[in-house]
């Protein structure tokens, strides 16, 4: 897990993710995942952009 707090005043471009998968084991009524999330924008009006695998 990782997180970045922006820093105020600066823009960001982007975001890059290399996402592997391999074979994970999964008992019954479990899952696995991996995503990026970018999330922009105050609590009440905030945008998002979710990419990944479950």
């Not at 471009?13 to 019954?28: D, E, K």
């Amino acid at each position: 897990f990782v997180s970045l707090e922006p820093t105020e005043g600066k823009k960001y471009y982007g975001g890059q993710v290399a996402i592997g998968i391999h074979n994970p084991s999964v008992s019954p009524g479990q899952f696995t995942q991996a995503q990026i999330w970018i999330q922009n924008g105050p609590e009440a009006e905030k945008n998002s952009i979710e990419i990944g695998w479950a």
